[in-house]
């Protein structure tokens, strides 16, 4: 079957399905991992969305929480030890096609503090919708624990090699002409240099280059830390005639998570799209 148009609405989410280690404060307020799972699957569900890319689902158990309450006929993820690979996974209800996993070639090391991102396998899954000529990719880049975007920072020049990395990705995939819609925590902040060379090199366009504060919560970092724009979802620029329908937030406010206390159900705020494709 063969489409000239394609409506997707579409959620990217980093759902800190486990605990948060930045700051003891940041810990206490992550506690009850699987009641914030649970409200924050009951959210989705609300939602509807055409196709869900959620970072950090690191366990099987959260993993087959989410599949239950979300119920999606389609789940793409790569099998890992402890879950899926990267915490990454796609919920989609458009049938699927091929999907892979791209393994960042760089991810640092224990000597530089970034072993984490080697034990979580950082990386990014890539999903093809089927019938269509469209490319969902699903992105979690290296932490960057410093918070700092720098040119000698420790973990920037990680966090770049991954971003051109992907570049690379889209670009051949744009040349075998398929579209491409990414979501993810890349990690570092908007307008900084690895982001603009990210965009020179790939093409694509930042749904939500208009706003420029953070998506991430302050609560979860120390004082001297400031959060910042980090979660993305891009698409190919405006010359393709694929258009920008909406673009909205998820996760900004507070929930009762336990009787008579409120705390965000992540350490990051959701980004949610409607993106209608031209073929």
């Given at each position: 079957?063969?489409?000239s148009?394609?409506?997707?609405?579409?959620?990217?989410?980093?759902?800190?399905?486990?605990?948060?280690?930045?700051?003891?404060?940041?810990?206490?307020?992550?506690?009850?991992?699987?009641?914030?799972?649970?409200?924050?699957?009951?959210?989705l569900?609300?939602?509807?969305?055409?196709?869900?890319?959620?970072?950090?689902?690191?366990?099987?158990?959260?993993?087959?929480?989410?599949?239950?309450?979300?119920?999606?006929?389609?789940?793409?993820?790569?099998?890992?030890?402890?879950?899926?690979?990267?915490?990454?996974?796609?919920?989609?209800?458009?049938?699927?096609?091929?999907?892979?996993?791209?393994?960042?070639?760089?991810?640092?090391?224990?000597?530089?503090?970034?072993?984490?991102?080697?034990?979580?396998?950082?990386?990014?899954?890539?999903?093809?919708?089927?019938?269509?000529?469209?490319?969902?990719?699903?992105?979690?880049?290296?932490?960057?624990?410093?918070?700092?975007?720098?040119?000698?920072?420790?973990?920037?020049?990680?966090?770049?090699?991954?971003l051109?990395?992907?570049?690379?990705?889209?670009?051949?995939?744009?040349?075998?002409?398929?579209?491409?819609?990414i979501g993810?925590?890349?990690?570092?902040?908007?307008?900084?240099v690895?982001?603009?060379?990210?965009?020179?090199k790939?093409?694509?366009?930042?749904?939500?280059?208009?706003?420029d504060?953070?998506?991430?919560?302050?609560?979860?970092?120390?004082?001297?830390k400031?959060?910042?724009?980090?979660?993305?979802?891009?698409?190919?620029?405006?010359?393709?005639?694929?258009?920008?329908?909406?673009?909205?937030?998820?996760?900004?406010?507070?929930?009762?998570?336990?009787?008579g206390?409120?705390?965000?159900?992540?350490?990051?705020?959701?980004?949610?799209?409607?993106?209608?494709?031209?073929?």
């Amino acid at each position: 079957m063969k489409f000239s148009s394609l409506k997707i609405r579409f959620i990217s989410f980093n759902a800190m399905s486990a605990f948060n280690f930045d700051t003891i404060h940041g810990f206490i307020s992550s506690l009850r991992p699987i009641k914030r799972q649970k409200m924050i699957t009951d959210i989705l569900l609300k939602e509807n969305a055409d196709v869900i890319a959620l970072q950090e689902i690191h366990t099987y158990f959260v993993l087959n929480l989410y599949k239950k309450k979300l119920n999606y006929p389609y789940v793409v993820y790569k099998k890992y030890l402890y879950g899926p690979r990267g915490g990454l996974v796609i919920f989609s209800k458009f049938p699927v096609g091929k999907f892979d996993y791209l393994n960042f070639s760089k991810r640092g090391s224990l000597f530089n503090s970034s072993f984490i991102a080697r034990v979580i396998k950082n990386g990014a899954l890539v999903c093809t919708l089927q019938d269509v000529p469209i490319t969902i990719l699903d992105v979690h880049a290296t932490p960057n624990l410093d918070h700092d975007d720098s040119e000698n920072n420790r973990f920037i020049k990680f966090i770049e090699a991954q971003l051109m990395q992907i570049a690379d990705l889209v670009n051949e995939l744009k040349s075998s002409s398929r579209k491409v819609l990414i979501g993810g925590d890349f990690n570092v902040a908007k307008n900084s240099v690895p982001y603009k060379k990210f965009l020179r090199k790939s093409g694509l366009l930042d749904i939500f280059s208009k706003d420029d504060f953070p998506t991430q919560h302050q609560e979860y970092l120390s004082k001297n830390k400031k959060v910042k724009r980090i979660d993305y979802v891009f698409m190919q620029e405006a010359g393709t005639k694929s258009k920008i329908i909406s673009s909205d937030y998820l996760f900004r406010e507070k929930y009762e998570i336990s009787k008579g206390k409120k705390n965000y159900l992540s350490d990051h705020i959701g980004l949610k799209t409607t993106v209608d494709f031209k073929f």
